[in-house]
């Protein structure tokens, strides 16, 4: 496994512009095929999204590189994650920020990413199950923001969780999305689209 996670870094990652060292190695670091059902690990390190249960994907591994780096994170930032899934962005999270706080509203997959991280070593991360569209605001405000499910538009709420200087990653769409970077000024908020993704959608616990 080790020989096909260097060549997912080295072939789908650095090879497509993502240069940040730090998100490098913790591309390298994180074993993604413990994040995916067993009998889908032998596809684990191939550039494609994979399905976790409960109507969920893990990310490919090009994008979940490319949205990280795109956070521009020191190792002294606090990481609010929205969608745990697997828990396989927070791990990569985790290996470069000092906290990260991490929302899913699945029980089953918050509680399995829970006792994952922790079998792992991941002192770090703190998992909690509940309404991503709300944040976190006892833990606010934070470094960075990354929503790994796509709303019908950038959620408010989260937004203003963010420090000022403070950058949040979220696909926007229903079938056709856009991933934005926004960041938060002293007076108020900037917005730059990236590029077109496809992003499960992002639910309230009443829709579900």
């Known amino acids: 496994m080790l020989l096909k996670r260097q060549q997912m870094v080295e072939e789908q990652i650095a090879a497509r512009g993502v240069i940040d060292p730090a998100v490098l190695n913790a591309m390298q670091k994180v074993e993604r095929h413990l994040f995916v059902p067993a009998a889908l690990q032998v596809v684990a ?90 944040g976190w605001p006892e833990k606010a405000p934070f470094d960075a923001i990354m929503v790994t499910a796509a709303p019908p538009e950038i959620p408010e709420e989260l937004a203003k969780q963010l420090k000022a200087g403070g950058r949040m990653i979220v696909p926007v769409g229903s079938f056709f999305q856009e991933l934005y970077l926004v960041t938060r000024t002293e007076t108020g908020f900037e917005t730059k689209p990236l590029l077109p993704v496809r992003f499960v959608p992002m639910v309230r616990p009443d829709k579900r």
């Open 45 to 134: 390190y191939a550039d494609e999204p994979l399905p976790i249960g409960h109507g969920q994907t893990i990310s490919q591994p090009y994008i979940v590189a490319y949205m990280t780096e795109a956070l521009q994170l020191k190792s002294g930032d606090r990481v609010l994650e929205i969608g745990t899934g697997s828990g396989y962005q927070a791990a990569v999270l985790a290996e470069i920020a000092k906290e990260v706080y991490t929302i899913e509203l699945s029980k089953p997959l918050a509680d399995t990413a829970r006792d994952r991280l922790a079998s792992l070593g991941y002192k770090n991360i703190e998992v909690a199950c509940g309404d991503g569209y709300k």
